[in-house]
């Protein structure tokens, strides 16, 4: 790995721990940063982990000792795809990239009007939207409203309908993109109008992220560039 995708995969492991750290205290949780991780003492939302790891080279043993292992679903995201977490009970259970994408318009134009949610009404419809139904909608609660750092972006169909969006992650060097989603199309029809608004509200950032499987080739044609392998390690 280049000295240049190495600062890039740092930059997004920690933008992507900082958001980590957001949704956590929207839900009363405090995590804490450390030289190597950051990491929660007890369990952190649905499909958020327990740590983030901030460096390659995190020592498993000091790690695993800021959070709790024995609440079932403790998780790790190995930001650098390093560790060896199996004689400590995990298993891996998914491997992706880190993504980045230079501060540039997007690729195609976008088809959605957007807006940046901001209110507790507009956030349910956006959740709601998010989670197609699986029930899982009340993981977004308005406390990240507050945070001056988050900005959840919503697509709008003609009848002003959220039909697409993402969550924006603000950094000092980077934007971090997540929660990626459209009802129609998939995420090829989310990427033009999340990148109009990347491009729009900064638009000298580059963006980061993660994908994998076909969520990442979609990211690629979108402009993006895989950097780095990261690892989500699993309890039990």
Not at 43 to 65: E, K, S, W
Not at 119 to 137: F, K, Y
Not at 161 to 184: E, K, P, R, T, Y
């Amino acid at each position: 790995m280049t000295t240049t995708k190495q600062l890039l995969v740092r930059a997004a492991a920690r933008n992507n721990a900082e958001w980590c750290a957001v949704m956590s205290r929207s839900h009363g949780l405090a995590g804490e940063f450390g030289e190597e991780a950051w990491a929660a003492p007890v369990r952190t939302p649905l499909y958020y982990p327990d740590a983030v790891t901030l460096v390659p080279g995190a020592g498993p043993a000091a790690l695993l000792a800021r959070i709790d292992t024995t609440a079932p679903g403790a998780s790790v995201k190995d930001g650098f795809a390093d560790l060896d977490l199996t004689e400590a009970g995990f298993q891996v259970l998914f491997e992706a990239q880190w993504i980045h994408r230079p501060a540039s318009a997007p690729a195609t134009a976008p088809d959605l009007a957007w807006d940046v949610v901001g209110t507790p009404d507009t956030l349910r419809a956006w959740a709601l939207a998010w989670d197609d139904g699986n029930g899982n909608a009340d993981l977004f609660r308005p406390g990240l409203l507050d945070d001056p750092a988050t900005f959840v972006l919503a697509g709008h169909s003609a009848d002003g309908g959220v039909v697409a969006g993402a969550v924006a992650s603000l950094s000092d060097q980077v934007v971090g993109i997540s929660n990626v989603f459209a009802l129609d199309g998939g995420p090829g029809v989310a990427w033009s109008v999340v990148l109009d608004a990347v491009r729009r509200l900064f638009p000298t950032l580059p963006v980061v992220g993660y994908e994998h499987g076909d969520d990442l080739a979609v990211a690629v044609r979108h402009g993006f560039e895989p950097v780095g392998p990261l690892r989500i390690w699993l309890h039990g």
